[in-house]
C-alpha cells in the first residue's frame, strides 16, 4: 500500500518541534542582539561581531531545520547526504553573513531590504540544499506553488526582521526583529515541508532507528545551543563591560577627579532641573558662588601639593553639612558653588553660614595650619533672575563685590551691581579708543636724593584724559586695562614714549616706568625693550622699570629669567610700592633690584604710628645689609622727610618735591626754576 506523507500528514514528535522551536526563538533573539551590536561596532570589531551574528544565525538556522527534520517520522528509511548536510550549514552561514553586511552598508533606505532579501534566500538555500541531503525511501515529488510561497515567506520575514533591527524609533524594536526572523525561519520550513510529497517505498525502520535519529537531533540542539550562548555570553559580557565603562566614564565627565565633587557640567544640569522644579512648583532656588580668598597664596609659598590638600579637605568638609536639597559643586581652581532649594531666607542663612564655617575653619597640610578664607555671592531664582547664566552671572557679580569688600565675606546680589558692572565695560570701550584719540598722556614725577637734594630721575605716569569724566586715576583704569589685555598696547606705548622724551632731555635724567604684571605675562619684554632702546637712543642705564611684587608671585622662575634678560641690556629694576605684597623678605632674596621703592602707606604714618617707623627703619637697614638703595615713595611734608633722612634713606618722591606735570610744563626753560624750586626743600633740610 502505497502512503503519501508530508509535514502536515506525518505525526511529528512533539518534544522534538518544541526543542526546534526553543532553538529557533532562541537564535533569532541572540543573532538580532549580536547584529546590532556588530551594527554599531567600528572597524575591526565590526568583523568579530559580524562574524559571531552569522555563526549563531546560520548555526540557528541549520538547528532548528535538522531538529525539526528529525522531529516527525517518515515512516521509511532515512539517510544524510554528509557533504550536502555540511553545504547547508556552510550557506546558512555565509549566506547570513552577507545579508547581514550588506544590511548595514551605507544606503540606509534600500540596504536593509536587501540585506534582509539575501538572508531570506540564504534560509530558503540552506533548507532546499539540507533537503536535498535528506534521502527517504520512496518517490519524492514537489509542489513549485509551495515551493515559491516558502522562499517569499521566508525573503518577506527576513526583510521585516533585517528593517526592525534597524529602525531606532520602534520601541521594543530587539523584540519585533527577533520574532519575524524566528518566522522567517519557521513559515519556510513548514512551508517548504508542505511543497514535499513522498511516496515511501520500503518498510519503516526499526524501533533503534528512530530512537538513533532522535538522540541526534538532541545532540544538534545542544551543539546548536551552545553556539547560540557563546555568542548570546559575549554579548552580554561586552554589554557589562560596555556599561560598566560608560558608568566610569560619565563620573569622570560629570565629577572632578581631584575633590570628587560634581565638576561644572554636573552643577549645571542639577541647577537645570531644581530651576525647572522651583518654576513649576513655585518653590525658590539661590546659589552660592565661592571663590577662595589665598588659595593662590598656599600655592605659591607651599606648592602644588598643598594647594591640593587644602581643596579636598574644604571639598569634603563642604559635602559632609549638605542636607536634603542641597549641592556643592568644584566649578574649576578655587571656585566652587553651592545650590540651595529654599522656601524661606532663614533656609538660606543657614546654608550660608554652614558654608562660612566650612570654608572658614582651619586646613591642614603637614605641620602648616592655615586658613584660606572665601567670598560668597548669592543669586536666588525667581527675584534676582529667571535662567541659569544669568543667575550665575549675578551670583559672581556679588562674589566679586564681596572680594573688593574686606570685612565683608558674603555678599547678595542687588540691581545695582549689574550698573556698576556696566559702567565698568563702557569705560574699558572708551580706553580702548583713548590712545587713537590723543586722550592719553604722560606725566612726570621727579625723584631726589635725600642727602644733596639733587635730581636723580623721573618716574613717568599715565595720564588719561576721558571726554566726558575728565580726568580719570590710573588707579582706575590700569586694572581695567590689565583685564581687557589692553595694558599690553598701553604699555608699550608708554615705554616708547617716556624713552623717546628721556632722550630729548637736556640733562641725563633716568626715566622709571611702571610695568604691570600682565606684561611680564604675555609680552617678549626684552626684546621689547630692546628694540624700544635701540630706536630711541636712550642709553640702557637711563632707563629703570618698576615691578610689583605680584609680578613676582604670577611666575616666579619666568619672571627672574625675564628681568636678568632685561638687566643684562643694562636697565636697571625697581621694586615698586615695597612692603604692601605678601613676602617682601623672599622677594629681595630672589633678584639683585637696584633700588626699593618702599610704599608710600608706610611714610604717610612715620610721624604718627611707630610701626610705621619701625618698618621704615627696618627696611632701609635691609636694603642697607643688601647694598639696595631705599626710595621713599609719598613725602609730602618737611617732617617726613627730616624723619627718612635721619634714618638714612637714599632718595624721596612726592608732592612736598614735585607733583606729577606734562613733560613740557617740567621742562621748558620758564618751568626751569620751578623744577630747581622743588629740589629747594631737600636743599634746605640738608643745610
Ligand atoms: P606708583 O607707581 O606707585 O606711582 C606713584 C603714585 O603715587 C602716583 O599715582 C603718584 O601720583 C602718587 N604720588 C606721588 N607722590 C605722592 C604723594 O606725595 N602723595 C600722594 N598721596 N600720592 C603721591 P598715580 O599717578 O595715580 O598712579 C597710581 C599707580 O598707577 C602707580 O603707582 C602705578 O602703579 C600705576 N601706573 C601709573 N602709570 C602707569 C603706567 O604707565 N603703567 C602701569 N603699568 N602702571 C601705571
Ligand atoms: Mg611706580
Ligand atoms: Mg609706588
Request: net charge negative; hydrophobic share 45%.
Amino acid at each position: 500500500m502505497m502512503r503519501v506523507i508530508s509535514c502536515v500528514t506525518v505525526d511529528h514528535n512533539l518534544w522534538l518541534v518544541l526543542v526546534a522551536a526553543l532553538v529557533c526563538s532562541a537564535g533569532s533573539w541572540a543573532t538580532i542582539r549580536l547584529f546590532l551590536r556588530a551594527h554599531e561596532a567600528g572597524d575591526l570589531q565590526q568583523v568579530g561581531w559580524n562574524f559571531l551574528t552569522s555563526v549563531c544565525a546560520g548555526s540557528s538556522i541549520w538547528c532548528t531545520h535538522f531538529i525539526a527534520m528529525l522531529a516527525y517520522d517518515p515512516g521509511v528509511p532515512i539517510t544524510f547526504d554528509p557533504v550536502l548536510t555540511i553545504a547547508s550549514l556552510f550557506i546558512a552561514i555565509t549566506g547570513t553573513a552577507a545579508g547581514f553586511i550588506a544590511a548595514t552598508t551605507r544606503a540606509p533606505r534600500i540596504a536593509p531590504i536587501f540585506g534582509g532579501v539575501i538572508v531570506g534566500l540564504a534560509i530558503s538555500g540552506m533548507h532546499y540544499t539540507g533537503m536535498a541531503a535528506y534521502h527517504v525511501a520512496g518517490i519524492v515529488e514537489w509542489n513549485t506553488t509551495y515551493i515559491a510561497a516558502s522562499v517569499l515567506l521566508s525573503v518577506a520575514f527576513a526583510c521585516v526582521a533585517v528593517k526592525a533591527a534597524l529602525n531606532v524609533h520602534l520601541s521594543g524594536r530587539n523584540y519585533w526583529a527577533a520574532a519575524a526572523l524566528a518566522l522567517a525561519i519557521v513559515s519556510l520550513h513548514f512551508t517548504a515541508m508542505a511543497a514535499v510529497q513522498v511516496t515511501p517505498m520500503a518498510t519503516r525502520g526499526t524501533e533503534t532507528d528512530t530512537l538513533a535519529l532522535h538522540a541526534m537531533a538532541l545532540g544538534v540542539a545542544v551543539a546548536g545551543l551552545i553556539i547560540i550562548g557563546t555568542g548570546l555570553a559575549s554579548y552580554l559580557i561586552d554589554d557589562r563591560t560596555r556599561s560598566e565603562a560608560f558608568q566610569r566614564l560619565h563620573h569622570l565627565a560629570m565629577n572632578d577627579t581631584l575633590t570628587g565633587l560634581p565638576n561644572r557640567a554636573n552643577f549645571n544640569d542639577h541647577l537645570d532641573r531644581e530651576i525647572d522644579r522651583a518654576r513649576e512648583l513655585g518653590g525658590k532656588v539661590a546659589i552660592v558662588g565661592i571663590d577662595l580668598d589665598r588659595f593662590k597664596e598656599i600655592n605659591d609659598i607651599w606648592g602644588h601639593g598643598a594647594g591640593d590638600q587644602t581643596l579636598k579637605n574644604l571639598a569634603d568638609r563642604m559635602s559632609a553639612l549638605l542636607q536634603e536639597g542641597e549641592f556643592v559643586a568644584r566649578l574649576g581652581g578655587d571656585e566652587f558653588a553651592g545650590v540651595k532649594r529654599m522656601k524661606s531666607q532663614s533656609d538660606l542663612v543657614d546654608f550660608v553660614s554652614r558654608l562660612e564655617s566650612a570654608l572658614f575653619a582651619q586646613v591642614r597640610f603637614g605641620d602648616v595650619e592655615t586658613t584660606t578664607g572665601a567670598s560668597l555671592g548669592v543669586a536666588i531664582y525667581p527675584n534676582d533672575a529667571h535662567n541659569r547664566e544669568a543667575l550665575v552671572n549675578n551670583a559672581d557679580l556679588a562674589m566679586y563685590r564681596a572680594k573688593a569688600n574686606i570685612t565683608q565675606h558674603v555678599c547678595f546680589y542687588e540691581q545695582a551691581m549689574d550698573e556698576a558692572v556696566r559702567a565698568t565695560r563702557t569705560l574699558a570701550n572708551d580706553l580702548r579708543d583713548a590712545a587713537e584719540n590723543g586722550q592719553l598722556d604722560l606725566h612726570y614725577q621727579v625723584q631726589t636724593s635725600v642727602s644733596t637734594g639733587e635730581v636723580r630721575g623721573y618716574e613717568a605716569l599715565l595720564r588719561w584724559k576721558h571726554p566726558t569724566r575728565g580726568n580719570i586715576s590710573p588707579a582706575e583704569f590700569i586694572p581695567l586695562a590689565e583685564e581687557s589685555g589692553l595694558i599690553l598696547p598701553l604699555g608699550e606705548w608708554v615705554l616708547r614714549t617716556a624713552c623717546a622724551k628721556a632722550a630729548s632731555w637736556d640733562h641725563p635724567y633716568k626715566v622709571a616706568v611702571n610695568l604691570s604684571p600682565v606684561q611680564f605675562a604675555h609680552a617678549d619684554l626684552p626684546k621689547l625693550v630692546h628694540e624700544i632702546l635701540l630706536e630711541t637712543g636712550l642709553r640702557p642705564s637711563r632707563l629703570e622699570l618698576e615691578i610689583t611684587e605680584t609680578t613676582i608671585v604670577a611666575d616666579k622662575i619666568r619672571t627672574l629669567n625675564i628681568l636678568r634678560r632685561i638687566k643684562a641690556l643694562g636697565v636697571t629694576i625697581a621694586i615698586d610700592d615695597f612692603g604692601t605684597g605678601y613676602s617682601s623678605l623672599e622677594t629681595l632674596g630672589a633678584f639683585p633690584f637696584d633700588k626699593i621703592k618702599l610704599d608710600r602707606s608706610f611714610i604717610s604714618e612715620v610721624e604718627t604710628s611707630p610701626q610705621a617707623k619701625a618698618i621704615i627703619r627696618a627696611v632701609l637697614a635691609l636694603g642697607q645689609s643688601l647694598q639696595i638703595p631705599v626710595l621713599a615713595e609719598g613725602v609730602e611734608t618737611h617732617s617726613q622727610l627730616s624723619i627718612l633722612r635721619a634714618e638714612g634713606c637714599n632718595e624721596a618722591q612726592g608732592f612736598l618735591l614735585g607733583r606729577p606735570a606734562p613733560f613740557a610744563e617740567i621742562f621748558a626753560p620758564m618751568h626751569r626754576d620751578a623744577v630747581d624750586g622743588a629740589e629747594m626743600p631737600v636743599r634746605q633740610a640738608v643745610a
